[in-house]
């Protein structure tokens, strides 16, 4: 056992949390600036622009939460339980599935975007200049997406290990070369070719680049906790139903989260571009809200997921409430301080009357609810590392039917207007973690 197993399944568990949530913290939390930074560079292209942005952002997130959510954490819990059954040759097997599975997702994702991305953008309200904007984007997104796949899985294959900072480190070094990057290919600056919207994901794709490369050179050498031996590359039917157990069922997760931004963006489209850029701002601050989850997230796949493997379940359900606990706290009060200052950070992103008044009422509806965000997705993380994710999906399942359903009966049969989006996505988001709650107080885990 390795001095990080034996602390996994020893430390005292609030300590060890947040221990684990530290680098995470400020790795995500930077990638979320990036993420704004990018969105206010876009701005100063103007409305069109940012309507464009808006329109590429489900698929963005469903690559983004694909990669990272069912694949990610499922590799993340597999090889915890591993070591925390004493196993270490099948948690560096597992190192190679994570290879397999990056390429496989990678490539899924290219040919359906190749077959079927252009008509989806359509079909959201992209037309004219906003649309080709929005498809350039997503090229290049999507040429390149190897790159987010495997950047993600083998992230995920340290996470596992309990070796959090490693990949947060690199995380925070991307998000420092990202920024500047992102500015000289979007604007064309020292003599480079102004990309526009596409050059953001040019700067993505090639800083992810290189992110991977370190991540499996690394782990080649062998110089962390876990290494990538050529003997153990083969493909191991039980391992991969072990990955597969978690990621096939936390798949419908994001699938069904883009499914709700999708139906919410395609209501909010018919209101015209400036209420889809306003509401491209507003679920863009989503990302303030996800450094904090995602820390809390993985740190409780890899908490959870090895003490499950060891018989720990008290210990494991006892991790998981400090988590939802300390996520709540926090993504409540950034919520409730967005919500009660919108025009302190608003006008950061646009100028325009209209798209400022929908982000607006979309905060001030919707972020006192991040709370309920960070409930859901913690626990759904957490899940993982239980191996049982049977209660996060009914419970997505019914976010998606109250969400989109509620929003469309209220805009298009009760023709209450465009705050009956909002409305309806915060009674949803208070339903799905309530759900999780129950069910994990219940003894899910067990």
């Not at 984007?137 to 290990?161: E, K, P, Q, T």
Request: with cysteine.
């Amino acid at each position: 056992m390795t001095d990080r197993t034996h602390a996994l399944l020893n430390d005292p568990p609030l300590r060890l949390l947040m221990q684990m949530t530290a680098p995470n913290t400020l790795a995500f939390a930077l990638q979320g600036i990036v993420n704004l930074t990018e969105i206010y560079m876009i701005g100063r292209l103007g409305t069109e622009a940012l309507a464009a942005i808006a329109l590429v952002f489900p698929l963005l997130i469903l690559v983004q939460t694909m990669s990272g959510g069912p694949l990610g954490g499922a590799l993340t819990a597999s090889i915890a339980r591993a070591l925390g059954n004493g196993n270490r040759d099948n948690a560096e097997r597992l190192v190679w599935h994570a290879l397999y599975g990056g390429i496989i997702g990678a490539a899924v994702f290219f040919v359906l975007f190749a077959l079927f991305g252009r008509q989806l953008l359509m079909l959201l309200g992209g037309d004219g200049v906003v649309l080709e904007m929005a498809v350039s984007y997503c090229w290049v997104l999507f040429s390149g997406g190897l790159v987010l796949w495997l950047g993600n899985a083998m992230s995920a294959v340290y996470r596992g290990a309990g070796d959090m900072s490693f990949p947060a480190r690199l995380m925070i070094l991307s998000a420092i070369c990202q920024v500047p990057l992102t500015a000289i290919l979007v604007f064309g600056l020292f003599g480079m070719p102004a990309l526009g919207v596409m050059g953001a994901a040019v700067s993505s794709v090639s800083v992810g680049a290189v992110m991977v490369s370190v991540l499996l050179i690394v782990l080649w050498r062998g110089k962390r906790s876990l290494q990538m031996k050529p003997s153990q590359r083969g493909w191991r039917p039980e391992l991969a139903s072990d990955i597969l157990m978690v990621a096939r069922p936390a798949s419908l997760n994001p699938l069904m989260n883009v499914g709700t931004i999708l139906g919410l963006t395609a209501l909010v489209g018919s209101f015209g571009p400036q209420a889809l850029a306003g509401y491209g701002i507003g679920t863009r601050i989503e990302f303030i809200m996800l450094p904090v989850i995602f820390a809390f997230g993985t740190a409780l796949t890899t908490i959870v997921g090895t003490n499950i493997g060891a018989g720990n379940y008290d210990r494991a359900e006892m991790a998981g409430w400090y988590g939802v606990a300390s996520s709540a706290l926090i993504c409540g009060a950034v919520g409730v301080l967005l919500a009660l200052f919108p025009n302190q950070w608003i006008p950061i992103f646009t100028d325009d009357v209209a798209a400022f008044e929908t982000a607006r009422s979309y905060i001030r509806i919707v972020g006192p609810a991040y709370a309920f965000l960070g409930i859901g997705l913690v626990l759904y993380f957490a899940s993982q590392g239980a191996g049982t994710m049977t209660w996060p999906i009914r419970a997505q399942i019914l976010r998606f039917v109250i969400s989109v359903g509620g929003a469309f009966l209220l805009v298009h049969q009760f023709d209450v207007g465009l705050n009956a989006v909002f409305i309806a996505t915060t009674i949803a988001l208070a339903i799905y973690a309530g759900i999780i709650m129950i069910a994990v107080l219940g003894g899910a885990w067990r």
